[in-house]
């Protein structure tokens, strides 16, 4: 192969089989960039292997180095700018890549290192960083320009990292839809574990596509981390409320019964911002001209004001969200999930129709069951008010008192149970309202936008306005008072029908007719937990030897038993994961423990055989003190639930 290339002899004197090779790999593993480079020569009108010819731009051009590989060099403002070392671009791209490598912080990001890298060029460093990176977690690499790729691929051997499921190349315009499917290829409890790499020569070539992909990033960990929260948070009161609400299932009609039944039929959708006294006056003549749907905050000030609204949304599992109902006398169902906290369900008067919003306790019930009444989720009641008043079929869906912010001074609308001034300190965000005035925000008021946005732009068909006063804009929800709606001038007699169709499907049948088969499911339930019982105890014991004998590890003791211990710890290992009934119920609960200590422990190859098998000991006996701790604390809870399915008629 010649080492004597300009632009105008790079076809033929780069080994086409690299090239063939690469190609072939690509169409096998990665169809979709197989298929981007097709396009790209259509849009050229050269064939795809004539496309190297084309690929370039006209003050771009591709050099070989003089000791070392290639690169690409661009006349910017009468200067030569250079992609890669004009001297030695593969000695310059191992040394980025042991440099950004050293940039591994374990004790932040755990046993996970995922790479945002900002930059591919001609990939030597991209290749080094892979060849180099010997932590678990992905590399994903953007880049502006796939014409760049298109060189590599007749001097890189790319063929390892495109059979590679650890590593995600994102060329061009399609890169920058990626962020919103992070949550896809990331694990939600390795966020601390990201970081963003430039390799800057690339990225100073195209700057604001790179800015933009960042940010996207940035916001789209941001809204994970705060479901992570929400996760971790309430991870231990959702099995409890999953136990407790059980027996609604058996008394509570699914929500599932609503869905499409509402095609066309105005929803306005009541918040509890600052804003909504403002519209409250207004709300009673509207509600001739739509269904009403109250998030659990916004229930009492409704009725403080004499309107009962059509439906109520209760999704919060915590405790604290028993105020809003204590003392309220409210004649609308109340639609909730087996994972609201279960004083709501069990203390309201009215009627209740059930859902299912998150999959914790999905193996509990037959899937098409959970799949016909499954709400879209979200981080607030507001966004599953909008997922259920759409999934219903209604169109357009109003909001009112969805502000994001503070109005006027305050957090929440007068007469919520939350209501009260706002506070000044450090997390308070400023910025502009619809008016354009300042006003005060938070992260998490940010992050609800934002997530609004994105399902306003992923449902188009579902028409939205935005008649809260003096809130955040929200893209996607134009901003108009309720008066100018057009679709709020219908036939009244056609809003008398639809709460005809409510009251009736709110009296339909329970959610599931035959109770037996969930009877049955529980007492096995109580069956593995007792025998969970059992192994952990035995499990903790061995746990107790097994560190004792560490601690003489080069006695003839040791010798002999520590395989012993071995084989009965993983005996107990397999019969614990054989008890299917319980898995979902520990799941949940356990992922708290997961997050603050398993996925950190890591026993490294260099370590003394002493202090592994410690911290071997150490792993093993949380993982049984953990499960003997949550096996207690349910035991009773499954019985009580399993007494009221049993007593039902």
């Avoid at 960039?33 to 396009?39: A, D, R, S, V």
């Avoid at 991209?126 to 678990?136: A, F």
Wanted: with cysteine.
């Amino acid at each position: 192969m010649s080492e004597q290339v300009t632009d105008e002899n790079f076809i033929g004197t780069i080994t086409e089989s690299l090239w063939k090779k690469n190609l072939d790999h690509l169409k096998q593993y990665r169809i979709d960039l197989f298929e981007q480079l097709t396009e790209m020569a259509q849009h050229h009108g050269v064939t795809l292997d004539a496309l190297r010819e084309r690929a370039l731009a006209e003050d771009t051009h591709f050099l070989p180095c003089k000791r070392r590989g290639y690169t690409l060099v661009r006349q910017h403002e009468g200067k030569k700018i250079f992609l890669h070392s004009q001297y030695d671009s593969s000695r310059e791209a191992e040394d980025w890549a042991a440099e950004k490598l050293r940039g591994y912080d374990k004790e932040k990001q755990g046993k996970v290192d995922h790479i945002f890298l900002m930059g591919i060029g001609l990939g030597y460093h991209l290749l080094d960083l892979c060849r180099q990176k010997d932590t678990e977690g992905l590399i994903i690499a953007f880049e502006s320009r796939i014409e760049y790729f298109v060189y590599s691929l007749s001097i890189n051997d790319w063929t390892s990292i495109i059979e590679s499921n650890k590593v995600k190349l994102l060329f061009g315009s399609p890169a920058k839809d990626y962020p919103k499917t992070i949550g896809d290829w990331l694990d939600i409890y390795h966020l601390e574990s990201v970081r963003l790499v430039d390799y800057t020569p690339v990225k100073k070539w195209d700057e604001p596509f790179y800015q933009e992909i960042a940010k996207e990033i940035l916001a789209v960990i941001k809204r994970l981390a705060t479901q992570l929260h929400t996760i971790l948070f309430f991870s231990d009161y959702w099995v409890e409320n999953v136990l407790r609400n059980l027996p609604h299932a058996f008394n509570a009609p699914g929500a599932g019964n609503l869905f499409g039944k509402f095609e066309g039929i105005p929803a306005i959708v009541v918040a509890a911002g600052p804003s909504l006294s403002k519209v409250l006056p207004e709300l009673q003549k509207w509600k001739a001209h739509a269904i009403l749907i109250a998030v659990d905050t916004a229930m009492r000030p409704l009725l403080q004001a004499g309107i009962e609204p059509d439906f109520v949304v209760a999704i919060d599992g915590s405790k604290l969200n028993h105020r809003h109902f204590e003392g309220v006398q409210c004649k609308a169902p109340l639609i909730f999930d087996f994972t609201t906290y279960w004083e709501i369900s069990d203390s309201y008067i009215g009627p209740r129709m059930i859902n299912f919003t998150r999959g914790i306790y999905k193996p509990l019930f037959p899937p098409d069951l959970f799949e016909r009444n499954v709400i879209e989720s979200g981080p607030s009641v507001a966004h599953v008010s909008y997922h259920f008043a759409r999934q219903m079929g209604c169109n357009p869906v109003i909001f009112v008192g969805q502000d994001l912010c503070y109005v006027d001074g305050f957090t929440h609308a007068e007469g919520t149970a939350l209501r009260k001034k706002e506070e000044q300190g450090g997390k308070l965000i400023s910025v502009v309202n619809m008016y354009g005035e300042a006003v005060n925000t938070t992260g998490p008021f940010i992050i609800f936008k934002e997530q609004f946005e994105t399902y306003f732009e992923l449902f188009p068909n579902t028409k939205v306005y935005n008649a809260s006063i003096g809130g955040l804009s929200i893209k996607g929800a134009p901003e108009v008072r309720l008066e100018n709606i057009p679709e709020l001038s219908n036939d009244p007699r056609l809003i008398e029908e639809s709460r005809k169709r409510i009251q009736e499907m709110q009296n339909r049948g329970p959610l599931i007719e035959e109770k037996e088969p969930m009877i049955d499911d529980l007492r096995i339930v109580l069956e593995e937990m007792d025998k969970a019982k059992e192994l952990c105890k035995k499990g903790l014991e061995l746990t107790k030897q097994m560190w004792k004998l560490y601690d003489d590890y080069d006695s003839p003791v040791f010798q002999k038993e520590i395989g012993q211990i071995l084989d009965d710890l993983d005996s107990i290992d397999q019969e614990l994961k054989q008890f299917t009934k319980i898995n979902w119920l520990l799941a949940s609960p356990f992922q708290w423990h997961y997050y603050a200590f398993f996925r950190r422990a890591d026993v490294m190859v260099d370590e003394e055989e002493s202090i592994s098998g410690k911290k071997a000991a150490e792993t093993s006996r949380i993982l049984y003190q953990t499960i003997d701790q949550m096996v207690n604390k349910y035991y009773s809870i499954v019985e009580e639930s399993l007494e009221r399915i049993i007593a039902i008629n």
